[in-house]
């Protein structure tokens, strides 16, 4: 692409892009509401069936969430806790298993009780 830069990028969740990209499938649909899948790329329709299947909460929630895990952690681990959603401490381990800052048990604990408030 000759010409364009990525002037600013920001970490968004799954169930965010869902909503972008269901805009844009409202936008490709015929007045009986039908979109027919000729429309999209192959990398478009899988896409949006990926979306469809992970998004494990609505925008708003999946929003509302990731900027309170902000309080305790980064952004980009905040999008990675929301979109899988971890049940115990060991599976939020394993998100931050490669990172070089390592938490305490408290704040962990504090990134799981907010994860159980949107289950």
Not at 88 to 95: C, N
Request: a negative charge; zero cysteines; glycine letters at 2%.
């Amino acid at each position: 692409m000759i010409g364009k830069k990525v002037i600013d990028t920001k970490p968004i969740t799954i169930s965010e892009a869902r909503d972008i990209l269901m805009e844009k499938v409202a936008e490709k649909a015929d007045e009986n509401d039908q979109v027919d899948g000729h429309q999209f790329t192959y990398e478009q329709n899988l896409t949006i069936d990926y979306v469809n299947k992970f998004a494990l909460l609505d925008a708003d929630d999946a929003k509302e969430l990731r900027l309170k895990l902000e309080d305790y952690i980064t952004p980009v681990q905040a999008v990675k806790v929301v979109d899988i959603m971890p049940e115990d401490l060991d599976d939020l381990r394993l998100i931050f298993a490669k990172e070089r800052i390592m938490y305490e048990q408290d704040t962990l604990e504090k990134v799981l009780d907010l994860v159980d408030q949107y289950r």
